[in-house]
């Protein structure tokens, strides 16, 4: 979620990952398949980026909005 989250921003042209094994890559890779978050998604993260105090994704959910 973490790497779709963060390629789902156009202004972002690349991620690193930290892959140990083959296995952490594919499952790094398949992000790319799913660069979009339902609004149910959207609000659960939200939510918990709310609760302490910290929203980090205002500026994403309101050019979204």
Do not use: C, H, P
């Amino acid at each position: 979620m973490a790497i779709a989250w963060v390629l789902r921003d156009r202004r972002i042209t690349s991620a690193l990952i930290g892959a140990r094994n083959v296995g952490q890559l594919d499952n790094s890779l398949d992000a790319l398949k799913q660069l979009e978050f339902t609004t149910a998604e959207l609000m659960e993260v939200n939510r918990y980026a709310q609760e302490s105090g910290i929203d980090l994704w205002k500026d994403a959910r309101e050019a979204a909005a």
